[in-house]
């Protein structure tokens, strides 16, 4: 069962594509913010670049990521858990 804080890969398709008819997406680590029931989960993309809106999470590595990430709260999105990737790893008990 997935919980708040796990962090998941998701093909994240970014919202000015998705307007523009444009569905580019990328695969990239995003982090649950919140589960709603059994179906769907909101999530928020993480990233490696610096952007508004984000918070830096202190242990990455704990956390099962590769490279220092961030995580974009300007980026979320619900997503059907059927639709989530591989598992990465939880956010420390220092980075809730």
């Not at 998705?18 to 649950?32: E, G």
């Not at 956390?63 to 591989?86: E, F, M, W």
Request: proline letters at 3%; aromatic letters at 12%.
């Amino acid at each position: 069962m997935m919980d708040k804080y796990d962090i998941y890969r998701y093909e994240m398709q970014f919202q000015q594509d998705f307007l523009m008819n444009n569905p580019r997406t990328k695969d990239r680590p995003c982090i649950i913010k919140e589960v709603i029931g059994d179906e769907a989960v909101i999530v928020a993309m993480i990233t490696t670049k610096s952007h508004q809106n984000q918070y830096i999470i202190r242990d990455w590595k704990e956390a099962g990521l590769d490279k220092p990430s961030y995580i974009n709260y300007g980026v979320i999105q619900r997503v059907k858990v059927t639709d989530l990737g591989k598992y990465v790893g939880r956010l420390s008990d220092f980075d809730i």
